[in-house]
């Protein structure tokens, strides 16, 4: 896949966007650590037709993760609780102070691990497996685009990114 896509953006292709890939990719260019895996209960919040808001929309109806109501505003304190327990920074989640992939991962989906886990506060084994893959994959096509389409990465960035880059280099002369 990796060969695949990158041959495409080496012809200049246009391709369809894996994200799984195109996600890390744009980490590895971004200069900022994932210290979390999604904005869950910080920059977006699940909610309820009733009115009722959770972390994210896949905790709808966990009256456990309840974190406030339309009406009545968000909860801090069980915002709180929940960003400093289930959702806690990657170098505090169980098992990812030692993986190598924690910064590119996050420490992997809050509702995953509550839904489906034993511990909702530790990823899950399963999808770190997956996700180390697909880390591993995305830099082995970061580092080809770095090398032979640099400016496909920055495309990954949308379509203003690119339009903003270029008009950036335009002042430039090499």
Not at 41 to 48: E, I, K, L, P, Y
Not at 108 to 118: E, F, N
């Amino acid at each position: 896949m990796v060969d695949e896509i990158a041959t495409a953006y080496e012809a200049g292709l246009e391709i369809v966007e894996y994200q799984p890939l195109s996600k890390v990719v744009r980490k590895l260019a971004t200069p900022a650590p994932a210290v979390r895996y999604c904005g869950a209960a910080a920059s977006f919040v699940g909610v309820r037709a009733d009115g009722q808001v959770y972390p994210c929309l896949r905790q709808l109806g966990l009256d456990a993760h309840l974190i406030g109501d339309v009406s009545a505003g968000l909860d801090d304190s069980a915002r709180a609780k929940y960003l400093s327990g289930i959702a806690t920074p990657v170098d505090r989640r169980a098992g990812c102070a030692s993986c190598w992939a924690r910064y590119l991962c996050g420490g992997g989906c809050y509702a995953d691990s509550v839904v489906y886990g034993d511990d909702p506060a530790a990823p899950l084994d399963a999808h770190c497996a997956i996700f180390r893959l697909d880390i591993e994959a995305a830099i082995r096509l970061f580092d080809r685009l770095r090398c032979s389409a640099p400016l496909a990465i920055i495309d990954l960035f949308g379509k203003e990114a690119r339009s903003s880059f270029d008009d950036r280099m335009a002042y430039l002369n090499f």
